[in-house]
């Protein structure tokens, strides 16, 4: 095997060993795990025995300075301690099992806990990554084959070794289209966001000493891997880049820390458990973060904990307000927000349409565009074809923040529509629902596009506040007709307000009230209960007239308006209404604008004001199309019929 590409394409083809007893979707459970363990194996096999007798030496030493103690030995930040190994497995094949067993608990805790994430946790043990094969009679196939795979640091480095697993992974994802959008990024996406988030930094990145990225939904880790990569290969090679990440899923952490431990990574810096819920990373702070949190994932299993987070406020991540409980996507960029360094940060992560816009004023994700617009730290967005995931074909795009933005894009906004076809080229194969991808030509095109920033077909540049509103609430005045029919009369008697009514008071109403019947229907609130206040002996009190109103009255738009105690109009909820007034308008000028020529007796209740944001791309680059005039359609009607006829005489003259 002389080259990376042999080595992969020789530990993928190890899957058709087991073809016929594994389905497709499950091949990466046996492949990924025992290529690790035989990385591992070749990276420790010249300490082997260094750390064995290591092992034996301090077996009584507290177990954290033996670990340390033995790590030395090792030479690595792991070690095995057993008398086995993948080859030396396979020697007794009447043992292979038991062998196993002691063969993977020789590992230390760090490589055991991505082992146990790959057999489905602690609480099951490592047996499950053998087990299965061993009882299908293809535990000493699967360990032979992997034994003939050098895979030590001598053939291949720890860049190749990466690059050999992500290989395997994106095979993997690739069979199996179902499951792969969930954790799995295609790679155009990932170098298309690295471009945008670094390249405007090369000359800062050119001098920079080290720098830390983070992935709070790292799934396999690939977005860190191709950031690194990036950096790396065409920006500073002399740069130390440290990378940390958190996932959810056992599995993909396990992946994701493998592919971390194979590439000479620090392995710790890789956390499993709900980002959202548990920070483990806490109080850290990062130059750049990247991810694609997963879109219309609800957060009601962890409802609890959110909301305490929430009312910690400013002391906590999600001070700015919640989403709805149906998608906690935005919770991953408030978190992100929280680890935002004061000397400057970036963030890139994919988002579906909904955090464009979704909620009214004063709800949770307009608070949250609110907080991030009135600081300043929306930079761009980018619409990305449609077609570009394993598992959608929804809209998608990339939100850039960055809270140390360059002078010339400080209180704005730049949008990019990349979802034309002009910017995807279309896949031979379909791989699930993905049938596009991003060139690399075009991914430059975009990424031109955002340095340039300038208007264009493509690119509009906004001020922060054209994103915002102030949402008035626009009220009329209750206007009641008083027809005292027997009916409504009769309704009146039974609500529990007249009958609670003391001594004889229930029938000096009814009396009073049928007095008035004579002069009804009346139009005028006022004129009504001043003649009722005339015909009875006491005033009623303000609660039984608000009564009164809702049981006799009937609204009327040709009746007078209804006054409270101080002579100004009730509103009328049933006509109210709301305006959603730019930032940039004056509210007075525009309601007499737009408002008052349409209802004349409405008035604003500015106690009401909210102020929302929101973000409509189909609005930002809508185009209008003049309509087709009346003779071109009738001429084209014409030359159908015509058509019709024609087809209609062929037929019959058969």
């Not at 396990?254 to 920070?279: F, Q, V, Y």
Request: net charge negative; glycine share 6%.
């Amino acid at each position: 095997m002389q080259n990376h590409s042999e080595i992969a394409e020789f530990l993928w083809k190890i899957a058709d060993l087991i073809k016929d007893d594994y389905d497709a979707k499950d091949y990466e459970d046996v492949i990924l795990p025992f290529t690790l363990l035989r990385r591992l194996d070749c990276v420790l096999q010249p300490t082997r025995q260094a750390v064995r007798d290591a092992a034996a030496k301090y077996k009584t030493t507290p177990e954290q300075t033996r670990d340390a103690l033995l790590m030395k030995a090792a030479g690595q930040k792991f070690y095995n301690t057993s008398e086995y190994s993948l080859e030396e497995l396979i020697r007794r094949p009447a043992d292979i099992v038991p062998n196993f067993s002691a063969y993977l608990a020789g590992f230390s805790n760090n490589v055991k806990d991505i082992l146990y994430n790959f057999s489905g946790g602690e609480e099951k043990g490592l047996s499950p990554i053998y087990e299965t094969l061993a009882r299908k009679r293809l535990i000493l196939k699967i360990t032979q084959a992997f034994s003939e795979a050098d895979l030590s640091p001598e053939n291949v480095d720890n860049h190749g070794m990466g690059t050999i697993f992500e290989y395997l992974i994106r095979k993997f994802k690739e069979a199996s289209n179902e499951a792969a959008g969930q954790f799995y990024t295609p790679r155009d996406i990932i170098r298309l966001m690295v471009k945008l988030m670094f390249e405007p930094d090369r000359a800062k990145l050119a001098k920079e000493s080290l720098v830390g990225i983070y992935d709070p939904a790292c799934g396999t880790g690939g977005m860190l891997t191709i950031a690194k990569e990036h950096l790396l290969g065409g920006i500073n090679p002399q740069l130390e880049v440290y990378l940390y990440g958190q996932e959810l899923n056992e599995k993909t952490y396990a992946i994701a820390k493998a592919d971390m431990l194979m590439k000479g990574e620090d392995p710790e810096n890789i956390k499993r458990e709900n980002t959202l819920s548990h920070d483990l990373l806490p109080g850290k702070q990062f130059n750049y973060m990247l991810s694609n949190p997963p879109f219309g994932k609800d957060w009601k299993n962890i409802r609890e904990e959110i909301e305490a987070e929430h009312e910690k406020g400013a002391a906590g991540r999600y001070a700015p307000g919640l989403p709805d409980v149906g998608d906690g996507a935005m919770l991953f960029l408030l978190h992100k927000l929280s680890k935002m360094a004061a000397q400057g940060s970036k963030i890139a992560l994919i988002f579906n349409g909904s955090p464009l816009f979704n909620g009214d004023a004063g709800s949770g994700p307009s608070n949250i565009r609110n907080h991030i617009l009135e600081n300043d730290w929306l930079d761009a967005i980018v619409a990305l074809p449609n077609d570009l995931f394993y598992n959608t074909g929804i809209a998608t795009y990339i939100w850039l923040i960055n809270n140390r933005k360059p002078v010339e894009r400080r209180n704005k906004v730049q949008l990019i529509n990349a979802a034309s076809e002009d910017y995807c080229t279309p896949l031979r194969r379909n791989l699930g629902k993905k049938r596009v991808e991003i060139s690399e030509d075009q991914s430059a095109a975009i990424l031109g596009i955002y340095e340039a920033f300038e208007e264009s077909k493509a690119s509009k540049i906004f001020d922060t506040t054209d994103f915002g509103y102030t949402k008035v609430c626009v009220e009329r005045p209750l206007r009641l007709r008083f027809g005292l029919t027997e009916a409504q009369r009769q309704r009146l008697q039974l609500d529990a307000a007249v009958l609670r009514l003391r001594d004889d008071r229930a029938q000096e109403l009814a009396a009073a009230l049928e007095k008035l019947t004579g002069q009804a229907p009346w139009h005028d609130d006022v004129a009504f209960f001043a003649a009722l206040n005339k015909a009875l002996p006491w005033k009623p009190a303000a609660g039984l007239v608000k009564v009164m109103r809702a049981t006799l009255g009937e609204r009327d738009e040709t009746a007078e308006p209804v006054l409270d105690a101080d002579g100004k109009p009730l509103p009328d909820s049933d006509l109210r209404d709301f305006e959603n007034v730019p930032l940039k308008d004056d509210i007075g000028a525009y309601f007499t604008r737009e408002v008052l020529p349409h209802v004349p007796d409405a008035w604003m209740d500015r106690s009401k004001d909210k102020v929302g944001y929101e973000i409509s791309f189909t609005r930002c680059f809508y185009e209008y199309t003049p309509l087709r005039s009346t003779e071109e359609i009738a001429a084209e009607l014409l030359a159908l019929d015509e058509e019709t006829e024609n087809l209609l005489r062929e037929i019959v003259a058969g």
